[in-house]
């Protein structure tokens, strides 16, 4: 008997509407008006919006907000809120899901779960409030498909005024959202109907992790919503535009009011905190990580080790950007640093926090324990990076050790990197490089210059990278190969004068002396007191036996400030 009742319970229960679900004469309840504003606080345009869920969720037209930074819906019984969030936009279908706040359950029209065909009759209002509230019928006259819904032609005049105003089936469910039907009367019309949009496209209005990227969303500049989920909404959090500091502010906040005993929101939130300066309320936001992280569970994807991470990479990157932290906030220190990092190695004995920890002993100067830590950290295997190598080579350079050591280091990182080999490969080749000729090892240099020049592209390099490698060159003895930068250099340059003076050394250098001279010559009216340019003129002339001239030049360079001309001068006087 009890069976009985209850399978007569529930098939009762299956024919009520849903909690809240309004009735086709009770529709208007759910319907709203709207405000929107602009920046300046004056009103931009108004229109019509409905009820979707019990929560407050309801939709419009796109144009309606689009631009708007305000707006304000007025309900049946003339109550006014303000729209809280944007849940999602699409201009293509002129449709924007937005939630307003209220106190309980708000009455909502239900969407359809069918189309309807050409010749069906609907419901709608033609004006809401309280007191005015009538239900007329309109026919479809037109049903086209739209991607998987339709789109239909209706006997509802064409008035602006109705743009977001549901049409009801016999059951109170939206079928279609009037919009404005842009189509102009043929000879044989006088008037054309207004258009629907399917209501099923509410369904795909929902916040997504990459909604933040569309630019429908940003054109409306009311605060938007995000995701329900905690994945999505991590990845909305960190594909914000962080320029946008109020829309930024709102969207941490409100995701440490959705999930508020995850420690991942407060350290978020913290981050961003303390790029605007609030340093007080980041050390709060980071305490209260800490106290949530020891009893993590759920949705949270950090753990206690995660936050004292992430805590020694705010406050080692404060320590860069400036000497003193404590200046920002008391106890911000680089010891504290090493603490956080030391407190999640020892919770969880990841390499990751090893590095970190070892960055944070290097820019401290502590060089030999940097070391010892990077030392660590490359004994895993999936932490043998160019970076980690870069570290431990420049850590065992300050400590003052064997260079050899250094260099190897340095074979390691350009062993590992990846391929293909980028822009920021490049730059341990040119590291190498240095370290190469502090060591006498020119042409092995030179080869990591070549190698740097074949990453980036002749093109992407400028006259201080060929007139670099030349140097090298000149004491590597490959002559030809270094006028070749040096011409290039010159060809480059934006001021070329000190290359062409360079030009005519190098000329003497290599006993050129008739091309010393022309390129001396040439320079002498851009350069007529230039002591360097009369000694290379003077040199020149002195090596090909001209001893008059020479002395000339010598002289003048002499005049011009030049000591070291004198013993030269003593030479060709005799």
């Given at each position: ?29 759910a319907m709203l008006s ?146 404005y039907n842009v189509k ?10 207004a258009c629907a949009i ?377």
């Amino acid at each position: 008997m009890k069976t009985v009742y209850l399978s007569l319970l529930l098939s009762l229960l299956s024919i009520l509407p849903t909690w809240g679900q309004v009735s086709v004469k009770d529709a208007a309840k759910a319907m709203l008006s709207v405000t929107a504003y602009g920046s300046d606080g004056k009103v931009r345009k108004t229109g019509r919006a409905f009820y979707v869920n019990a929560s407050g969720h309801a939709v419009c037209a796109y144009t309606l907000l689009e631009g708007a930074h305000k707006a304000v819906v007025r309900d049946f019984k003339g109550k006014e809120y303000v729209v809280h969030r944007i849940v999602a936009a699409e201009s293509a279908c002129d449709l924007v899901r937005f939630t307003v706040q209220t106190k309980g359950e708000t009455p909502f029209i239900a969407l359809t779960s069918s189309p309807v065909a050409m010749g069906t009759r609907l419901n709608y209002y033609q004006q809401v409030s309280e007191k005015k509230a009538h239900l007329l019928t309109a026919e479809i006259t037109a049903d086209t498909p739209y991607e998987q819904y339709r789109y239909y032609d209706t006997s509802v005049p064409n008035d602006a005024d109705m743009v977001g105003t549901p049409l009801l089936d016999e059951d109170g469910k939206a079928v279609a959202i009037l919009q404005y039907n842009v189509k102009r009367p043929s000879s044989a019309h006088t008037a054309v109907g207004a258009c629907a949009i399917d209501a099923r496209f509410v369904n795909d209005l929902r916040q997504k992790s990459t909604t933040v990227l569309s630019t429908d969303l940003r054109a409306i500049h009311i605060p938007k919503a995000l995701p329900e989920k905690f994945n999505e909404a991590q990845t909305a959090l960190y594909m914000m535009n962080k320029r946008d500091t109020v829309a930024c502010l709102i969207a941490y906040n409100d995701f440490v009011d959705a999930w508020p005993t995850a420690p991942d929101g407060y350290v978020q939130r913290a981050r961003f905190l303390a790029t605007l300066g609030r340093y007080a309320e980041t050390e709060a936001d980071f305490q209260k990580a800490f106290r949530l992280a020891a009893n993590a569970q759920g949705d949270s994807l950090m753990a206690a080790c995660d936050v004292h991470h992430s805590f020694s990479e705010l406050l080692y990157r404060a320590s860069l950007s400036q000497r003193d932290t404590t200046a920002l906030f008391p106890g911000w220190t680089l010891q504290r640093a090493i603490e956080e990092a030391t407190a999640a190695y020892s919770l969880k004995p990841l390499s990751i926090y090893l590095f970190q920890r070892g960055k944070c002993l290097f820019a401290s100067k502590d060089y030999a324990a940097a070391y010892a830590d990077y030392k660590n950290v490359l004994v895993d295997p999936a932490f043998q990076s160019p970076e980690v190598y870069f570290a431990a080579a420049r850590s065992l350079e300050m400590c003052g050790t064997d260079s050899l050591r250094v260099i190897a280091l340095l074979d390691s990182a350009i062993a590992v990197l990846p391929k293909p080999l980028t822009a920021q490969s490049a730059q341990y080749y040119l590291e190498r490089s240095q370290r190469l000729i502090d060591a006498g090892r020119l042409r092995e240099a030179i080869n990591d210059y070549n190698e740097y020049e074949k990453i980036l592209g002749p093109r992407n390099l400028n006259d201080r990278f060929y007139y670099l490698r030349y140097q090298v060159e000149v004491d590597a003895h490959l002559y030809q190969q270094a006028l070749d930068d040096l011409h290039t250099a010159i060809a480059t340059a934006k001021v070329s004068l000190p290359y062409r003076l360079e030009e005519a050394f190098f000329y003497l250098r290599v006993g050129e002396y008739q091309q010393a001279l022309s390129a001396a010559k040439a320079l002498l009216p851009e350069l007529p007191e230039s002591p360097d340019l009369y000694r290379i003129l003077g040199l020149a002339y002195g090596e090909t036996g001209q001893k008059q001239e020479a002395l000339t030049h010598l002289k003048k360079a002499q005049e011009l400030g030049d000591n070291l001309v004198a013993p030269y001068i003593e030479k060709y006087s005799k």
